[in-house]
C-alpha cells in the first residue's frame, strides 16, 4: 500500500520538530528562560501533540512534495503583507512605510547579547513552530466544531470567526509574553497571523506559510541588516 503525502512527511517534520525543541531547551536554560519554556511548552509540545495524535489531516506541511513555487508564493505573501502593512501604517499612524520594519523589531525581542542567536532562533525554530502550531491549532478546531477549512468554504462566516479567535489568541500573547505594547506593531502582528491562516486555508499546506513566517522574521529581526554591518556577535 502507498504512503500518502502526510504519511510520507513525517520523519521529516518530526525531525523539525525535535530539533525545535533541543533547541528551546537550550533557550530555557542558558539565554531567556521565560520566552524559552514558553516556546518549548506551549508550541513546539502541542505542536507534536497535534502532529502525533494525527488530528492534521486538512492542512499538512507538505501536500505535493514540491518546494520550489511554494518558496515563490511565500515571498508573495510577504510582499502582500509589506503592502497591507504600508495601507495600515498610513491610515492610522500616518507613518511612512520605512517606520513599519523598525515596528517589525519590536515582535522579536532579544534573546541574548549575540544577534547570531536571535538570528538563529526567530527565523528558524520560532517561525516554524508558530506556524504549524497555530495551522494544527486551525486543523484541530475546525475538526472539533465541524468547520470547513477548504478553499471553497474559507470565506464563511464560521471559518473567518475560527481564524479571527486564532489571531487573537496569538496576539494575546504577543502582547503577554513579547511584551508588544505599540497599536500598529499588534496591528501588523494580527495581519501577519491572518495571511498565514487564510494562506493555509487556501493552498491546503502550510510550506507558503512558513516561508513567509521565515522572510517576515527575517526582515523583523534586522537580518539583512546585521549581514550589511557585519555585527553578527
Known sequence: MSLTKQQEAIPFVATLLWFALLWFGVIAVNVNQQLGLIYLGVFTLGSMFLYFTDVVKTTPLDRTGKWAFPIVQGIGLYALFVILASVLSSTFAK??????????????????????????????????????????????????????????????????????????????????????????????????????LMSAIYFGEAKQAVIFHVVSNMFGIGLFNTILTSTLV
Open 95 to 196: 507613518i511612512p512605510l520605512s517606520n513599519v520594519w523598525q515596528l517589525l523589531l519590536v515582535s522579536a525581542p532579544a534573546l541574548a547579547a549575540s544577534r547570531i542567536m536571535n538570528i538563529i532562533t526567530f527565523v528558524g525554530p520560532v517561525a516554524f513552530i508558530e506556524t504549524m502550531f497555530l495551522i494544527m491549532s486551525l486543523d484541530f478546531l475546525a475538526s472539533f466544531f465541524h468547520i470547513d477549512i477548504s478553499r471553497n468554504g474559507m470565506f464563511k462566516p464560521k471559518t473567518l470567526l475560527l481564524v479571527a479567535s486564532l489571531v487573537f489568541i496569538m496576539v494575546v500573547f504577543h502582547i503577554t509574553a513579547k511584551g508588544i505594547s505599540n497599536n500598529l506593531a499588534l496591528m501588523l502582528v494580527a495581519l501577519m497571523f491572518f495571511i498565514t
